[in-house]
């Protein structure tokens, strides 16, 4: 039955892997995947009790994920659907590409450990077209953004999908990973960042300025910096509301969510229904990416009936025996990454490494956020935030791999060497 797990477990990846190839939506293929895994494991098991006790304690831990991403998601398309995010972009006016590549990596890498990655890379590459008219150009920033996104998740408790899950597991807490991996995280946009400079050079070309289709139901200026401060103090505060009263991070996520709803509410509560309803939560929840929360949910799934199985402890074994350190090891993960994506890779290294063998803040969990975060730069497919650029800017596979990738894998080996340097040394 084990066989007949990972078979289907590895075809469910593969249809995942070449989605565009076979047109069928990666959400559909991980619930379908997560589901039969489960079904061939029940099906193997004598005692049927066992298998649905340890899938309802493993579905505990996964709705924690999945309702602070949908918590997230909402707080930051309510502060979208007001404008918000114009308070930032309508003060970029250079026209310097090598200023612009350094105005927009940093921007990118500090909004993406407030936001995460996925958002951070919708928002930046929605500036950039504001501001750039030539296709290359843009295919260049959006390629320098996917790396500043990923970067910066990478460092944050709620910058990256996959920090959230070992945040939320127990692996690391919240300002341990910021020290730890903000200056390796720093250096992995500082050097293509660097290198960039020789190759990004001239002015840009600024697009013609269209009027706004929706400018009869936008948002006043106060009521659009209200929201805006409101929701980003409502995500910084995640942090601090866990360490204070030690519930998971997805309460304090839902607790912003209601607080900022009451806001929006009290803001709108004197105009009419049809004026008031694209300010709505009931709006910004039609607009969040519900496929890939479901795809989350299914990935997750699958991987957490490997672990029941026992196949994960396996592969921790084998990565012991013939990769010995946790250096090699987490390099390895992070590399793999940009080919698989990194939230079931991280859910596979929890499950493989439990927190009687490296405990919480361990070099291995913070090495393992940094690996992960970052390595899916290398190539677009490898993290939700480049095939967002991918899918919004439509930019060749082989185009990121020759102009892109090779920058993003020198920087993911400078942060790590850092990283592994900075360990070293304090």
Known sequence: MNILLLIIFIAGYAAIAFEQTIRINKAATALVTGVL???VLIMGEGDKAVVTESLSGHLGELSQ???FLLGAMTIVELIDAHDGFEL???RIKTLQKSRLLWIIGILSFF????????TTTIVMITLIRKLVAKKEDRWMLAGLIVIAA???GAWSPIGDVTTTMLWIGNQVTALNIMKA???PSAINLLVPLLLLRFVFKGQITAPVVVPHKDAEISSTPRERATVFYCGILLLLMIPLFKSVTH??????ILAGLGILWMITESIHSGKDEADRQHFTVAYALRKIDTPSILFFLGILLAIAALETSGELGQLAVWMDTHLHTPDRIVTSIGLLSSVVDNVPLVAAAQGMYPLTVYSTDHYFWEFLAYATGTGGSILIIGSAAGVAAMGLEQIPFMWYLKKIGWLALLGYFAGAAVYILQQSIF
Do not use: E, H, Q
């Open 247 to 252: 519930l998971p991070p997805f309460m304090g």
């Open 111 to 118: 909004l993406s450990a407030i936001l995460d990655n996925l």
């Open 65 to 67: 994920i999945l309702f």
């Open 37 to 39: 895994c489960w079904v």
């Open 150 to 152: 990923n970067a910066g």
């Open 181 to 183: 991996l903000i200056l």
């Open 88 to 90: 930032i972009t309508r």
